[in-house]
């Protein structure tokens, strides 16, 4: 059987996915830079839909006919709506940090908005120091599949502050369609992860996506799903179920 191939869909550039040559031992693996950010040109309406489109064109470059669809964190909006474009190419969706929304208010918000607006205030203040938090922010106490330096500079050079910081901004705006997309894929294999411990997204917005769909597949991973073996190891099993015979 052939290769299954995964289109990694960023929230801004392809360096978030640490865990690329682990997948790339066992599946082909394409990922990508938002528009705007190193050396891609930028768009004037940047947002999800605009990473979504960059990824539709990264798979007609490929010439992929069936590919699964992968996302985490604020790269889920994104992967929802080029999946929504293009269902009857993808073979399964995988989302980490999995939710409905990006919602920050209500009894069982998405995103825990402390910690969101924290990070949003240490951007405007010292990004330097914002990117070498950022996945610890998200980590848990043991900062478990967190940037180093050297990584962290690169992701620096790469990606501007003036896109980081309104990609920031708009992230709950920008979720609003989360749930309305996936029942639209519904039917679609999909696998739902979540971060055991992460300090930004909540366990309620886990439970609830996982309600919401409770034929997915569903994981919990020790680090942020982009960094963690785990999730490399349940993204495998969740391909060979479900991959079909490439033309």
């Not at 960059?54 to 798979?59: C, K, W």
């Not at 409905?100 to 209500?106: P, T």
């Not at 940037?147 to 979720?175: H, N, T």
């Not at 294999?189 to 309600?211: I, N, S």
Request: proline share 6%.
């Amino acid at each position: 059987m052939e290769r299954p191939r995964l289109l990694l869909v960023p929230q801004l550039t392809e360096l978030e996915w640490l865990i690329r040559p682990q997948l790339q031992e066992w599946a082909e693996v394409a990922c990508y830079d938002a528009p705007g950010v190193g050396d891609e040109p930028p768009v004037e309406d940047f947002g999800s839909e605009a990473v979504a489109r960059r990824g539709l064109e990264e798979v007609e470059r490929l010439g992929w006919e069936r590919f699964f669809v992968v996302a985490d964190e604020f790269g889920v909006a994104a992967a929802t709506s080029l999946a929504l474009e293009v269902r009857d190419r993808v073979e399964g969706i995988a989302l980490g940090h999995a939710r409905l929304s990006n919602s920050l208010e209500g009894k069982r918000p998405a995103v825990n908005r402390q910690v969101h607006q924290a990070c949003v205030s240490m951007m405007k203040t010292d990004y330097r120091t914002f990117v070498r938090q950022l996945f610890k922010l998200t980590g848990g106490e043991d900062s478990a599949g967190g940037f180093g330096d050297d990584l962290a500079e690169e992701y620096m050079a790469r990606v501007p502050l003036e896109l980081d910081l309104p990609f920031w901004e708009r992230r709950s705006f920008e979720g609003e369609r989360i749930a309305e997309r996936m029942e639209r894929l519904r039917g679609l294999p999909t696998l739902l992860a979540r971060h055991k411990g992460c300090l930004l997204f909540t366990d309620e917005g886990f439970e609830d996506a996982v309600a919401a769909f409770p034929e997915a597949v569903a994981v919990t991973c020790p680090e942020k799903p982009g960094t963690s073996p785990d999730f490399a190891v349940a993204l495998r099993e969740f391909c060979a179920r479900h991959a079909t015979a490439k033309a």
